[in-house]
RNA sequence: GCCCCCGUAGCUCAGUUGGAUAGAGCAUCGGUCUUCUAAACCGAGGGUCGCAGGUUCGAAUCCUGCCGGGGGUGCCA
């Protein structure tokens, strides 16, 4: 059952008695903020009693008197200006907590209108290896499918790979030119990542030195406009001083934006210039910009060396991502890249042309939007597609094909505009009962505050990135286990080489993942390896220890959980605050996860399971289970115990991290 | 130029779409292990929610203006 929605369904008919419109106000009843104000809040009767020109707190007393809720709570209080407080009956409590003993899917009841929703995340490029800037898509794509999933739907993910771009011509071009065959047999995307790598040098050098003249140029006219804008005396008038400085900040901050962007020009330039074996690959191919594209082109085209080609690296490119997604335990139903809808291209641009919605404009075909100064181009001048054709033509195949009623785009906030167009063309195009969703996030900074790059300046690959979270895991597991001691003080460590790994996978990998996991993902946030590997706070680690501590008292009380489950005795009885309130939430879990999926915040659902986790480790304190006399009361700690375990693991597992039994 | 986002405790961040005395974690300070795992628990201090107006019973949240920061912006994805 979800308790919320329990709760909204008994004031639904009290409000109608006053309203024709109930709905506003059924959705003002909340959790509440502060436990001295109840379980429960409803807040409708201010806004309510202005509609109906009457005191609140008589409309409060009017709702109270409509309402049956006495199964549930106590009589309900109206308090301050007309809040009606709600305090939830501990015998309804136990009742509520018992059932879900037997429930497989801890009160979670399966939406009553399944969709069919394509959740499109990660789509790396293939030959870059995955860097940083991957890990949120894939993060929160793969929670979001685990979460649409467990509550009825039916998902479809999907790695839109770019496997059709200009990085492929780059990479023919390198091959052509650079290739050691020896390294390719033996590490064939090695060799790829090195070759577009250098080939993606040799181009930044070119076009640094095609564009570091026109800088120059710009930065003289900035500097120059801003000594005369200097001299000048500040107006008398006071707005026209404030414009004039206004004016001359910009020109200051324009200035300090030219100069950057000569600075790193120059050193673009003289990091290829110093180096003896670049330096002169850069003479020897000073049209290597306009080649590697021609390489693309000649592959988009059907050119049989350059497809052949295409057929022999991108198998190596995609066992290489296939590590990784091994390494995060993600998977995909579908990996239908960017060249699965080359042939649709042209057909897609033709129906937009026949009907009326692209037009041709500086020798493109756009598509123009009100109120969009910006075009949606859907074909060069040069007759290439872009990428915004091969999205329209995947929403087509989407809907057509896989019978899509929505579609989840996890992909990073500045890219909004392009989904604005996308999704407005798309419905002009005729989508129009299509549910499309941006669901957008922000970027990863270092700790400058800066976009995450290594020191030298390169993005961090994701793989390392993995790596060093499951090397540093285990140095914090050797470290507890070893200091670890038994009764008379001696070293007694619990685990073997096996055990020790695997918690070091299970608390890396989910400590990476619950960072990025526990902020909203709309900010852009500060990667820090100590917070997401803390032995203290708000980690994935502090929930997975709750769990292991739960199982470790079946452990030592030596029961078995499922035996447990079959034979509850008299159920869940509420003694102590501290087992109240771990009920409570365990009953919120359906709640919390309708909430988090509301909005798509898997941040929502952390804030849940981090909660959880903090209030047994208050009644592990407080009521002990082992050594509880009374049976009924020990057979129900029990059971919270169990049920605790399940929540968190399940919750844990939606967000994609796994738990361990001993850690 | 136009468009979008952000500004909350020393630090990192929440804030359920307008609710009661603004919350966590870290850090700081003070308590708790002859142990169902101390990777823990209990407590304390710490705030002009960038600034100024406005909307109303009520504003961190909505509107306007300003200050500060980031991003996008016609042929990369």
Not at 246 to 269: C, G, H, I, P, W
Not at 322 to 336: A, I, M, N
Not at 531 to 538: C, I, N
Request: with cysteine; charged share 30%.
């Amino acid at each position: 059952m979800n308790l919320l929605e329990e709760l909204k369904n008994r004031f639904r008919p009290a409000l109608a008695t006053l309203t024709d419109a109930p709905e506003a106000f059924v959705e003002m009843v909340r959790p509440s903020g502060d436990v001295r104000h109840g379980d429960y809040q409803a807040n409708c009767a201010m806004p309510l009693g202005g509609q109906l020109k009457q005191p609140p707190r008589q409309v409060a007393e009017a709702i109270v008197q409509a309402l049956d809720v006495n199964d549930m709570c106590h009589e309900p209080e109206i308090a301050g200006p007309g809040f009606i407080n709600l305090r939830l009956k501990d015998e309804w409590l136990q009742e509520q907590t018992a059932r879900l003993v037997s429930d497989e899917r801890l009160g979670v009841e399966p939406v009553a209108e399944p969709q069919t929703v394509v959740v499109d995340f990660s789509a790396p490029n293939v030959a870059k290896p995955m860097h940083v800037g991957h890990l949120r898509s894939t993060v929160i794509g793969a929670a979001l499918v685990r979460m649409l999933r467990f509550a009825g739907h039916k998902v479809i993910s999907d790695n839109h790979i770019g496997d059709w771009g200009t990085q492929f011509g780059m990479i023919i071009y390198g091959w052509n030119n650079f290739r050691d065959e020896e390294v390719y047999e033996r590490d064939p995307v090695g060799e790829l990542a090195r070759l577009y790598r250098l080939v993606n040098q040799l181009c930044d050098y070119h076009a640094a030195t095609t564009e570091q003249p026109s800088v120059e140029e710009r930065l003289n006219e900035a500097e120059r406009l801003l000594e005369e804008a200097k001299d000048q005396d500040p107006p008398e008038d006071k707005s026209a001083a404030k414009r004039h400085k206004k004016e001359l900040k910009k020109l200051q901050s324009r200035v300090e934006e030219l100069t950057a962007r000569l600075d790193s020009l120059n050193k673009q330039k003289s990091q290829i210039e110093q180096d003896e074996i670049l330096h002169p690959l850069a003479e020897a191919h000073p049209d290597i910009v306009r080649l590697s594209r021609e390489e693309t082109a000649k592959l988009h085209a059907g050119d049989e060396t350059n497809l052949a080609l295409w057929q022999r690296f991108l198998p190596e490119c995609l066992a290489a991502l296939q590590k990784v997604y091994d390494q995060l335990g993600t998977e995909f139903d579908l990996s239908l890249g960017e060249s699965h809808y080359q042939p649709m291209l042209a057909s897609t641009v033709a129906d937009l042309e026949e009907k009326g919605l692209a037009v041709e404009s500086d020798g493109a075909m756009c598509v123009f939007l009100e109120g969009n100064e910006a075009p949606f181009i859907v074909r060069k001048r040069d007759g290439a597609f872009t990428y915004a054709t091969t999205d329209l033509a995947t929403i087509r195949y989407r809907v057509e094909e896989l019978k899509a009623d929505r579609i989840l785009y996890v992909v990073d906030a500045r890219q909004g505009e392009h989904f604005r167009l996308l999704f407005g063309t798309a419905a002009r195009w005729g989508f129009t009962d299509l549910d499309l969703q941006h669901i957008s996030f922000g970027t990863v900074l270092g700790p400058d505050n800066r976009p995450f790059k290594t020191r030298a300046g390169d993005t961090v690959g994701l793989e390392s990135l993995l790596e060093e979270a499951v090397r540093r895991a285990r140095k914090i597991v050797n470290e507890n286990d070893d200091s670890r001691t038994d009764e008379a003080g001696q070293p007694a460590p619990e685990m073997d080489e096996t055990t020790r790994a695997d918690v070091a996978r299970v608390v890396g990998i989910g400590g990476i993942k619950y960072a990025d996991l526990h902020h909203n993902r709309e900010s852009d946030y500060v990667f820090s390896w100590d917070k997401m590997l803390a032995r203290t706070g708000d980690t994935a680690t502090y929930i997975q220890y709750s769990y292991a501590r739960s199982s470790g008292i079946f452990r030592q009380c030596e029961v078995d959980p499922q035996s447990l489950r079959d034979n509850p005795g008299k159920g869940v009885i509420l003694s102590t605050p501290e087992e109240r309130a771990l009920a409570l939430e365990l009953l919120q879990f359906p709640e919390q996860l309708a909430a988090a999926l509301a909005d798509y915040r898997p941040n929502v659902l952390t804030a849940c399971l981090f909660s959880l986790a903090n209030t047994f480790s208050s009644f592990y304190e407080k009521c002990h289970v082992r050594r509880e006399e009374d049976i009924d009361l020990r057979t129900s700690r029990l059971l919270l115990c169990d049920l605790t375990a399940r929540v968190l693991a399940t919750g844990l597992d939606l967000l994609g991290i796994r738990t361990v039994s001993q850690m």
